[in-house]
């Protein structure tokens, strides 16, 4: 005769989340995990406070060559600084499909800008809006289920802070595989 073995985390199956539920208002969760990432993160209370921080901050770190491929964000830049040459630029700036609240991390997909801007640019810059905060990865990819139904995006990936390695003598280096500064400007709305 034969028992069957317990299981050891007999939780562990299941649909129960095994992390803790928000704890505090979700722009805040956002921007803690973001930052902790190495994330710089610019909060902007409507459009044209974003004009304005997006200005300075181009000022202040000599973003000269922009590229740019969605019309809509085009005007955050001056026309001088927009470029379609990607591979001498200073900054990508792109969109986002969703902001992961619990890990810091932006959800892009081949829809927001194709899958160059976000890797090979050596800043990677991202507009983005509270309306589009999910807390968890699961709330994030049932919004890209809903939102393109049967018709989902070639990529999808989650981008968490700059590039980081520590391939290198286990030291760890930042900028190696990708941006060495990621930017997200978060608009009210």
Same mark, same amino acid.
């Given at each position: 005769m034969s028992e069957s073995t317990p299981i050891p985390f007999p939780k562990s199956e299941g649909t129960d989340p095994v992390h803790q539920p928000l704890q505090q208002d979700i722009v805040v969760e956002f921007a803690e995990q973001f930052t902790q990432l190495q994330g710089k993160f610019v909060f902007c209370a409507n459009e044209e406070e974003l004009l304005y921080q997006f200005a300075t901050l181009s000022r202040q770190h000599q973003w000269n060559k922009i590229y740019c491929s969605d019309k809509r964000l085009q005007p955050l830049a001056e026309d001088q600084q927009i470029t379609d040459d990607i591979s001498n630029c200073d900054a990508a700036m792109t969109a986002c499909e969703c902001l992961v609240a619990r890990t810091g991390s932006l959800v892009l997909s081949a829809k927001n800008s194709g899958r160059l801007p976000s890797v090979y640019a050596p800043v990677h810059l991202c507009v983005a809006y509270t309306s589009q905060l999910v807390y968890d990865?699961? #709330? !994030?990819?049932? &919004? @890209?289920?809903?939102?393109? /139904? #049967? !018709? &989902? %995006? +070639? @990529?999808? =990936? @989650?981008?968490? !802070? %700059? +590039? /980081? =390695?520590? #391939?290198?003598?286990? =030291? @760890? $280096? $930042? !900028? $190696?595989?990708g941006p060495k500064d990621v930017y997200l400007f978060l608009v009210e709305g």
């Open positions: 990865i699961k #709330d !994030g990819i049932n &919004l @890209l289920k809903n939102k393109y /139904r #049967d !018709g &989902l %995006p +070639s @990529l999808i =990936t @989650l981008a968490t !802070g %700059p +590039s /980081r =390695t520590a #391939d290198i003598e286990k =030291t @760890l $280096v $930042v !900028g $190696v595989h």
